[in-house]
């Protein structure tokens, strides 16, 4: 398996385009995890049924978030991506989110290409409430039998902000 922070750039975040790697397809119950050090995916730990990802779960290559991880993306499509698999994606918004103390923001993207839709999803005011209600719910929920309380939506920012939030995880990266 190639290591994707080698092989892949983060994308062409000004024009709103990015590379993505899939960790966890949706509705997978593993906790997958892109582990850096050995350029390999891990299995961290399996989720309660109840805690399925309702969203493709990736990461964005050559970043690096506050929390010490690559920049995390939500990708949205009718079907589960399999782990390992890359895409380029448009840039719709971000989560603003952060999990035991720590900032662990989510981009949220689409197939640059999605002819299902075609090209339908541009930002999240293209999303309905409900979509957002169940990703805020899932974020705010999934760690509650383990550790009630330890994450935390903070909001929603447009995809200007979600490219400030990139360029930052990229610096961070090239400084490490």
Not at 90 to 105: A, H, Q, S, T, Y
Not at 121 to 139: G, P, T
Request: proline residues 6%.
């Amino acid at each position: 398996m190639p290591d994707f922070n080698q092989v892949l750039t983060p994308g062409d975040v000004d024009n709103g385009v990015i590379n993505t790697v899939i960790e966890i397809p949706k509705w997978s119950t593993l906790k997958i995890e892109w582990n850096r050090k050995v350029a390999a995916f891990e299995l961290d730990r399996v989720e309660p049924s109840i805690f399925a990802k309702p969203v493709n779960y990736g990461f964005i290559p050559q970043t690096l978030d506050e929390d010490g991880d690559e920049l995390d993306t939500l990708v949205l499509t009718n079907d589960p991506i399999p782990t390992g698999v890359f895409l380029e994606a448009r840039i719709v918004g971000v989560l603003k989110f952060v999990d035991d103390g720590e900032v662990d923001d989510k981009v949220i993207c689409v197939p640059a290409d999605d002819r299902n839709t075609d090209n339908a999803i541009q930002s999240l005011d293209d999303l309905h409430d409900r979509w957002r209600q169940k990703i805020e719910h899932h974020f705010s929920h999934y760690k509650d039998l383990k550790k009630p309380g330890s994450t935390k939506v903070v909001g929603w920012g447009d995809a200007e902000e979600a490219k400030r939030i990139i360029k930052e995880c990229i610096n961070r990266y090239q400084e490490q």
